[in-house]
């Protein structure tokens, strides 16, 4: 038969569990508002029972282990679904401020710059003798390149601000991945004692999402329970309990990249070289940002210098042509280069027409009062087709150039908004699995409460026993 200590120690057993419970309840209660924290629960056990003859007496229960509600499938898919999110949040924000470049709501636009310039040499045209005309004529062209050079200006100060942008994720990143290091090797030794490490993985996973939102990267967990994640094809930030770190510095520019512009580069020890990983990074925030610099700003940027090369180019080969007022042909209008990169930025007049007006080219021939024949042939130019390729005239071309940036900031926004709504739902499930629910907490309070109270009393009923068998003698 039973022992009456017997039923003492499944009291005892039951009171840890219960308190075990109560304190795992608590700490479900604390962490309600922790992000990331998935909920735990105590896993009881029957304890092994006492065998008696041909019985089998049962010692109550234990304490199996401390368990996280939490599915892996569904982490992975949220932070999945983060990464775009991260990507198109940094593309967001780099195209709302590319866009307000061509605000023509709110701002004097460069086309009607480029139609007052025009509009100038058709009023020359008409007045080919007049001093007044001719010096409108170079106002409105010194004040062309003006606009030229505040859209290269605010263009490359959107860059540089990306850059700032892109260090300041590398820099989170960098302190993401060190504590990740931290939490694989705390992960690794609650694990080898035999512990599930609940709250460290529950960070961990919370860091990886996030980390996952700064970057594309690709994780696995390891047997010994930590993480291995690599950023892009090859740099790999984390092994075990030891990380890496990108940094960024500027480098001369390339076909895309502006001169000066950051470029990332990973080390892979601290006597490795440095290795370029710019061209790696293509998903989160960075990977939004560097695409929006190189790629959309650096393309519009190349039109820009396209659509000012062309005009002075074509104005310059029908000027060089022509009779100024002083009779004197073969001066260029505007200087220009052999090379269009760049030239948005550095559009002037050539010396002689800047400092006396009289030098502008209006006639087609010497010794002519009255002509206006490249006064006239060059007002044209702005009808013409002369961008790219001869298909497309000056303002389709800039018109087809700002409709692109809207487009694209609109479907952008419109992506952004939708790739929002799936992240949060995606929350809600994970909320709805790991999360906490206070109601739910308080209930299990009372229950293990009363349990605890429960397995008191049983402790209390077996002293009693003992007293009544200790007095035997007595009676």
């Not at 790991?434 to 077996?462: N, P």
């Amino acid at each position: 038969m039973s022992k009456i200590h017997g039923m003492m120690d499944v009291g005892k057993r039951s009171m840890m569990n219960s308190q075990t419970a109560l304190q795992t309840t608590g700490h479900n209660i604390a962490n309600k508002s922790t992000e990331g924290y998935s909920r735990q629960r105590v896993e009881l056990q029957t304890a092994e029972p006492t065998g008696l003859g041909n019985q089998r007496i049962g010692n109550g229960s234990k304490t199996a282990a401390v368990t996280r509600t939490n599915n892996p499938y569904l982490e992975k898919q949220i932070g999945k679904e983060t990464s775009n999110l991260g990507y198109l949040d940094g593309k967001a924000d780099a195209m709302t401020r590319v866009e307000q470049v061509f605000n023509e709501q709110t701002n004097k636009g460069l086309n009607t710059f480029v139609t007052d310039f025009f509009n100038a040499y058709r009023e020359l045209s008409n007045n080919p003798e007049s001093l007044a005309t001719r010096t409108q004529v170079k106002e409105t062209a010194q004040a062309l390149g003006q606009d030229f050079k505040r859209m290269n200006t605010q263009l490359t100060e959107i860059r540089r601000d990306i850059d700032q942008q892109v260090a300041t994720h590398v820099d989170e990143v960098n302190q993401m991945t060190s504590e990740i290091a931290q939490l694989n090797g705390k992960i690794q030794l609650v694990t080898n004692e035999g512990g599930p490490a609940n709250d460290e993985r529950d960070r961990r996973d919370l860091l990886i999402k996030k980390l996952g939102e700064k970057i594309n990267i690709r994780w696995a967990e390891g047997r010994d329970g930590s993480v291995t994640v690599t950023a892009g094809n090859s740099a790999v930030l984390v092994a075990g309990d030891d990380a890496k770190t990108l940094s960024v510095r500027a480098t001369p520019a390339t076909e895309t990249k502006g001169e000066g512009n950051f470029d990332i580069f990973y080390q892979s020890n601290k006597d490795g070289q440095l290795t370029n990983v710019t061209g790696q990074m293509t998903g989160g925030s960075i990977g939004g940002l560097l695409e929006i610099r190189d790629k959309t700003i650096g393309g519009i940027l190349d039109n820009t210098d396209k659509m000012a090369y062309s005009i002075a180019s074509d104005v310059n080969a029908l000027h060089s042509r022509g009779f100024d007022a002083y009779n004197r042909t073969g001066h260029d209008f505007f200087e220009v280069p052999l090379d269009a990169k760049g030239y948005s930025a550095n559009m002037e007049l050539t010396e002689h027409v800047s400092r006396d007006p009289l030098k502008i080219a209006a006639a087609g021939g010497p010794n002519a009062p009255g002509d206006n024949r490249i006064a006239n042939a060059i007002s044209q130019l702005q009808f013409e087709n002369t961008m790219p390729n001869e298909t497309s005239t000056l303002d389709e071309f800039y018109n087809s150039m700002v409709g692109e940036v809207g487009v694209q900031s609109r479907k952008i926004q419109t992506s952004q908004e939708s790739q929002k709504g799936i992240v949060s739902q995606l929350k809600n499930i994970r909320e709805s699995v790991s999360g906490v629910s206070l109601d739910e907490e308080t209930t299990k309070l009372i229950e293990y409460q009363k349990a605890f109270d429960a397995s008191a009393r049983l402790i209390k009923t077996a002293d009693e026993m003992f007293d009544t068998v200790l007095n035997l003698k007595r009676l």
